[in-house]
T-cell receptor, first 114, second 110 residues
């Protein structure tokens, strides 16, 4: 049981390049989330999904797009990377019924934009 | 606007020196307050959920409590392996999202 798996773990991009971060969960969870974590800023929600085929904006959505074509996968895209997007990105998931039991987080993707 | 504030930002303890971390929140319609532990280079790991004022939960040397305005995470007789960043987060009655505080970095020296 792998839980939440994020790929890649590390990436360096040049300004203006694009990339996609992949999050996969094997727990049949309905809800999935993308957060970014920056020093002194805590974890901030980028986008989230409440089910296959649905997405919604979080606190800091600008510059990112997401897709949830399959229930187990949630993709985060950067169309034109900027240095301000240098961060550690975390994916999380949870099931509907036991909402307060805790969200399960992946191990993160460390992205550097130069 | 929903707000979660954690204090102190950093805490240095000697092994065995008990202490408390604070998480104060302003949220309309609190559904749950979460505590997570995060080790360097890893994702947050779930510790507790508290639902209502007066509730307490314990796990090994950790005990979490909740009032109407804040939560405390008490660390009793800490060991070096308790060194981590502890994150507090809330979710609202009508929401699907966690709102996090900035975290408290705890270092326990042997």
């Amino acid at each position: 049981n792998a839980g939440v798996t994020q790929t890649p773990k590390f990436r360096v991009l040049k300004t203006g390049q694009s990339m996609t971060l992949l999050c996969a969960q094997d727990m049949n969870h309905e809800y999935m989330y993308w957060y970014r974590q920056d020093p002194g800023m805590g974890l901030r929600l980028i986008h989230y999904s409440v089910g296959e085929g649905t997405t919604a904006k979080g606190e800091v959505p600008d510059g990112y797009n997401v897709s949830r074509l399959k229930k187990q996968n949630f993709l985060l895209g950067l169309e034109s990377a900027a240095p301000s997007q240098t961060s550690v990105y975390f994916c999380a998931s949870r099931e509907i019924v036991r909402a307060n039991y805790g969200y399960t987080f992946g191990s993160g993707t460390r992205l550097t934009v130069v | 606007e929903d707000q979660v504030t954690q204090s102190p930002e950093a805490l240095r303890l000697q092994e065995g020196e008990s202490s408390s971390l604070n998480c104060s929140y302003t949220v309309s319609g609190l559904r749950g307050l979460f505590w997570y532990r995060q080790d360097p280079g890893k994702g947050p790991e779930f510790l507790f959920t508290l639902y209502s004022a007066g509730e307490e939960k314990e796990k090994e040397r950790l005990k979490a409590t909740l009032t109407k305005k804040e939560s405390f995470l008490h660390i009793t007789a800490p060991k070096p392996e308790d060194s981590a960043t502890y994150l507090c987060a809330v979710t609202k009655a009508a929401g699907n999202k966690l709102t996090f505080g900035g975290g408290t970095r705890v270092l326990v020296k042997p």
